[in-house]
């Protein structure tokens, strides 16, 4: 069994806990008796800042709470009656959409970065993710450095080998955090207008940017989740069948907690005939799959590719668009409109594109769901800190293929220019051949030594709404290098080898140029709104 490092809380915290979360002394748990706004706001918080949430809600919101009057909320009254009428409703009844209503706000501290990949796997549920762009990942928890141990590899013939390079890896991190965010500073000079904060956060996150690829896969993070019963549901199912050990052992975390809130929303989990047979059914098509696919594949040999390929959309895209621009506000048939759309001049195509699409003042003003009639796929290989960043849209098709370091990696010029390449270099060597020990005897742990300047495969089909909203964030000015150059490369290909210009022109808040200071517009923004409050 995992063992996660607790809390300590004095007696009158542990008191003020106890009321709002599920418990005290695990990594997971879930939020009650807190308005949803406080639970938002915490969850918004919780991304930037190296502390647990319990600690953050103690440190940063209790203050602001009327705490002396929630001594007699009880979140299990009247819960035997709704647990009734649930029964009655969704057993009865089969009605399902029943458990898209109940929501609950659920913690999870300590997991991996595989581990938290998997918990944001599903499209409906919202997640908030420490990153790594506003925390240093050089703090200990409990005298030790924040990467999962897995049970099994630690009792086996390399848990000391395990851990003594990923403790290495980490020094390596420490060590270039702090060079590189002083050759940032020694070499761009603080704005006549900027405070020494603005200035002193903005160089160090160009610093955390450069230096994170450093960091192995098995890093923990803390991931905020609220989601739906439904939603819970089929995450924990997947989770279940899993072949990662540490995701197994955690959907039981999850599911512990969940039953203190919603207990009938997740009660078919453990039916035999029902979460059952779905985890025994994803289990096995995966695990046949996948040795299928080794025993047709495996001997071949990986060609050689780009960055980013577009290998699939649709030539007539900006016809079909057309067509949903025009079908709602006529009453001809789809395959009507298609002819009479064919027909007309480039003016009147640029009309109803400019009429549609309208004065997008920025890039939160976008197109309607027209533009979901086109769709691009993507093959990408990029880092995986870049995969990490681009996973999280859920408005998309995205699957990936396994971490490892086959691939090769990405050395951020400001790493070689702060001389710190041979230092780089050795921490990749170190994590390749860490992950080449672990393969034989557990290739699903193996993972969690490769560094996430390694890179990885994955494809993204995602419509050209999602295209809009997801390009013109990931190339805004604030944006991490290794992501921008994706953002900024698929929204080239769309125009120029899709051929599809009037859907790439109406992106028109993609940031092309690369700032000196990533954060600095961000910071800056943030003081003016401190001040004024």
Same mark, same amino acid.
């Given at each position: 069994m995992t063992v996660y490092t607790p809390e300590s809380f004095t007696s009158d915290e542990s008191e003020i806990l106890r009321r709002y979360f599920t418990n005290l002394d695990g990594p997971v748990f879930a939020l009650v008796n807190l308005p949803e706004v406080v639970k938002g706001a915490l969850f918004a918080r919780y991304s930037r800042s190296p502390k647990?949430? !319990?600690? @953050?809600?103690?440190d940063e919101f209790v203050g602001d709470l009327d705490v002396s009057g929630d001594h007699t909320i009880d979140a299990t009254i009247g819960l035997d009656r709704a647990e009734e009428l649930y029964e009655r409703v969704f057993f009865d009844y089969g009605d399902d959409s029943v458990a898209q209503l109940g929501g609950v706000h659920l913690a999870c501290e300590q997991a991996s970065n595989i581990l938290t990949k998997i918990l944001e796997w599903g499209r409906l549920m919202s997640y908030l993710e420490q990153s790594t762009r506003y925390i240093a990942?050089? #703090?200990? $928890?409990?005298?030790?450095?924040?990467?999962?141990?897995?049970?099994?590899? $630690?009792? %086996?013939?390399?848990? +000391?080998?395990?851990?003594?390079?990923?403790? &290495?890896?980490?020094?390596?991190?420490? *060590?270039s955090v702090d060079a590189v965010t002083e050759h940032v500073r020694s070499t761009i000079a603080r704005g006549p207008d900027d405070s020494e904060f603005i200035y002193r956060t903005a160089t160090r996150a160009k610093a955390l940017d450069a230096v994170r690829g450093i960091l192995p896969a098995a890093? +923990? #993070? *803390?991931?905020?989740?609220?989601?739906?019963?439904? =939603?819970?549901?089929?995450?924990?199912?997947?989770?279940? =069948?899993h072949p990662l050990p540490e995701a197994r052992e955690y959907s039981e975390l999850m599911l512990h907690e969940l039953r203190k809130v919603i207990? #009938?929303?997740?009660? !078919?989990?453990? @039916? /035999?005939?029902?979460? %059952?047979?779905?985890?025994?059914?994803?289990?096995?098509?995966?695990?046949?799959?996948?040795?299928?696919?080794?025993?047709?594949?495996?001997s071949t040999p990986v060609e050689a590719a780009t960055e980013v390929e577009l290998v699939d959309f649709d030539p007539d895209?900006?016809?079909?668009?057309?067509?949903?621009?025009?079908?709602?506000?006529?009453?001809? /048939?789809?395959?009507? @409109?298609?002819?009479?759309?064919?027909?007309?001049?480039?003016?009147?195509?640029?009309?109803?594109?400019?009429?549609?699409?309208?004065?997008?003042?920025?890039? !939160?003003?976008k197109p309607g769901r027209a533009f979901e009639r086109s769709f691009y796929r993507f093959d990408i290989l990029s880092d995986y800190g870049a995969f990490r960043d681009m996973q999280r849209h859920r408005m $998309?098709?995205?699957?990936?293929?396994?971490? +490892? /370091? *086959?691939?090769?990696?990405?050395? /951020?010029?400001?790493?070689?220019? =702060?001389?710190?390449?041979?230092?780089f270099d050795e921490a990749m060597q170190r994590s390749a051949s860490l992950y080449d020990v672990l393969n034989t005897d557990y290739p699903q742990q193996a993972p969690y030594a490769v560094s996430m300047a390694y890179r990885m495969r994955y494809s993204m089909q995602f419509n050209a709404r999602e295209a809009i909203h997801m390009l013109e964030l990931r190339s805004s000015p604030q944006g991490h290098p290794s992501y921008r150059r994706v953002a900024i490369e698929m929204h080239r290909l769309i125009g120029e080898q899709a051929g599809h210009h009037a859907i790439a022109a109406v992106m028109n808040h993609m940031t092309t140029a690369a700032p000196e @200071?990533?954060? $600095?517009? #961000?910071? &800056?923004?943030?003081?003016? !709104?401190?001040?004024s409050t």
């Open positions: 647990s949430l !319990r600690r @953050l809600f103690l990942y050089d #703090s200990r $928890l409990g005298g030790r450095y924040r990467y999962f141990r897995d049970p099994d590899v $630690l009792a %086996g013939p390399f848990g +000391t080998r395990y851990v003594g390079d990923l403790d &290495r890896i980490f020094d390596a991190y420490s *060590n890093a +923990t #993070s *803390n991931v905020g989740i609220y989601g739906t019963g439904q =939603a819970f549901e089929a995450l924990l199912l997947r989770m279940r =069948a207990p #009938s929303f997740l009660r !078919r989990v453990d @039916l /035999p005939d029902r979460g %059952g047979v779905w985890t025994d059914y994803f289990a096995t098509t995966r695990g046949e799959t996948a040795q299928l696919v080794e025993d047709l594949f495996s895209a900006e016809d079909k668009l057309l067509v949903a621009i025009c079908y709602s506000h006529s009453t001809m /048939p789809e395959h009507q @409109l298609i002819a009479k759309v064919r027909d007309l001049g480039v003016d009147e195509r640029v009309s109803l594109m400019r009429a549609y699409v309208g004065e997008r003042q920025n890039r !939160r003003h $998309l098709t995205i699957e990936w293929q396994r971490l +490892t /370091p *086959n691939h090769g990696y990405s050395r /951020p010029e400001l790493v070689e220019e =702060a001389g710190l390449t041979a230092q @200071l990533e954060r $600095l517009e #961000s910071e &800056r923004r943030a003081e003016s !709104r401190r001040a």
